[in-house]
Structures are given as structure tokens and as C-alpha cells.
């Protein structure tokens, strides 16, 4: 079997961008607001460049203007955003020089983005150990899913929208999210104060819609025919191709606090 070193020494490199993370989720508050930030607009930029061989233009601007105001105001000026965001919709939609596609995808990148990312730097702000296991659930869930889908796979899951992906895989994810997050919950119940019950069932959801999440990341870039949203992370594609189920683990976590909490 011939190893090829360039590959493994990319993806390697690649993952070195975990060190940031991992600080910032050490260090908290503004780091973290700082971090998700960065990496909202970053992911923001790939969505947007996704759809050139579409034609398809999204307002990157006005979008990252957006993004400004949110996190400079934050979740608890709610009623100053809804008002600053009706001049964001009326630039949307009074441009006649793009389609009814190109104002759908505006929206469509603040729903599936920037929401979503800002629910992070919201729930350090409610406990940062719900923010731990945002992470610790998708690390796991893409490496084991990866993993045993790569060794053990032999049922595809969805073929059309991602080849690769197995039931094995899928299955794999699940349970080992179930493992290392009721784990973690084990280990600091008292700062989580989460029911085992509860923290079964929260790891079950993520497990299942984390990879729901990457499925449908998928679904976009085969829309778009790109492999992957950019080059940006050596070895691993881009912003988005690494945090896509992050993006929908966030919300699950996000609802089970305004819930539960």
C-alpha cells in the first residue's frame, strides 16, 4: 500500500486550526465572539463564491455589514436589530439587477450562517460547557463517521448527495457522539446541571442532526458542482466543508438551553 505523506502532512497542517478554537473556548467571552466572527465572515465569503458557476451573485457586503451590527449589538438589543434589519431587506430586495435566486440566497446565508454561528457566542454567554459540546459532538461525529465509513462501510446512505457516506458511518456517528458527550456530561453535571435522561437524548439529537447538517452542505455544493466551498484549510476544503454540522448542532444545543435552562 503506497501512503501518500503529502496528503496526511495537509491534512495535518490543515487541522492545526483547531488550536484557536480550542483557546477560545478556554478563554471565553470576547475571544470567542472574536473567533466565530472571523469565521462567520470567512464562511459567509466561501456561501457566496459557491455559486459563481451558477451565476448566481449574493451581496457579500451587505451581508458582512449585517454581521457587524449583529455582533457588535448582540442578541439582547433584538428590537434595535429588527428595526436596523428592515433598510438591510428593502437594499435586498429594490435590487433589480439581481434575480429573485440571488435575494433568496441573501437570506438563505443568514439563516444557515451567520444565525446559526451567533449561537455560539449566545450560549457562552448561558454556559460555556453547552459551547464545549457543540464541539466535542461534531469532532466525534465526523471523525468516527469517517472512520468507520472509510473501513466498514458498505451501505451507502444517501448516494445521490454524498457517495461516500455509509449507514455504518452514520450509525457510527450517533453512537459515539452518545458516548463522548453523556461522558462529558458525566464529568461536569455539576456545571451543566443536565438530567441524564436529557443529556441521552440532547446527544442522540446532535448525533443525527449533526449529520443531517453535513448531508446538507452537501446537497449545496452539488447544487453548485464545486467539491468542495474553497482551499482555504489545507487538506480539508474550507470554513464551511468543516464546520457544516457545527452550524446545525448549534441550533440543537441552542434550543435544548431556551428549553431546559
Known amino acids: 500500500m503506497i501512503i501518500n505523506f503529502s496528503k496526511i502532512s495537509k491534512r495535518y497542517i490543515g487541522s492545526l486550526i483547531i488550536i484557536p478554537i480550542i483557546i477560545s473556548l478556554i478563554l471565553g467571552n470576547f475571544c470567542l465572539k472574536a473567533v466565530t466572527f472571523i469565521i462567520t465572515i470567512l464562511s459567509l465569503i466561501e456561501f457566496s463564491n459557491a455559486f459563481t458557476k451558477k451565476n448566481l451573485r449574493i451581496n457579500k457586503c451587505l451581508l458582512i455589514f449585517f454581521v457587524i451590527i449583529y455582533y457588535i ?3 439582547k438589543y433584538i428590537d434595535i436589530l429588527i428595526i436596523l434589519f428592515l433598510p438591510i431587506l428593502l437594499c435586498f430586495l429594490l435590487d433589480d ?30 454556559n460555556i460547557y453547552l ?58 453535571m455539576d456545571r451543566l446541571n443536565i438530567s441524564m435522561l436529557n443529556l441521552v437524548l440532547l446527544s442522540l439529537t446532535i448525533g443525527i442532526i449533526g449529520q443531517i447538517g453535513d448531508l446538507v452542505a452537501s446537497s449545496i455544493k452539488r447544487f453548485a458542482d464545486i467539491k468542495d466551498f474553497s482551499n482555504l484549510i489545507p487538506g480539508h476544503g474550507g470554513i464551511l466543508d468543516r464546520f457544516d454540522s457545527i452550524l446545525f448542532i448549534s441550533i440543537v444545543v441552542f434550543i435544548y438551553s431556551q428549553i431546559f435552562m
Do not use: Q
Not at 97 to 111: C, G, H, N, P, V
Not at 114 to 126: A, R, Y
Not at 131 to 147: G, R
Open 97 to 126: 439587477k439581481r434575480s429573485i435566486i440571488d435575494i433568496s440566497l441573501d437570506f438563505i446565508a443568514i439563516f444557515y450562517i451567520v444565525i446559526p454561528f451567533s449561537f455560539i457566542f449566545i450560549l457562552d454567554e448561558i
Open 131 to 188: 459551547v464545549w459540546i457543540i464541539f466535542l459532538s461534531a469532532w466525534t461525529i465526523d471523525t468516527m463517521a469517517y472512520m468507520v465509513g472509510k473501513n466498514f462501510g458498505k451501505h451507502k446512505l444517501i448516494e445521490k448527495i454524498s457517495p461516500n457516506k455509509t449507514v455504518e458511518g452514520f450509525i457510527a456517528g450517533v453512537v459515539s457522539c452518545i458516548v463522548v458527550i453523556v461522558t462529558y456530561g458525566v464529568v461536569f
Open 73 to 75: 449589538l448582540g442578541i
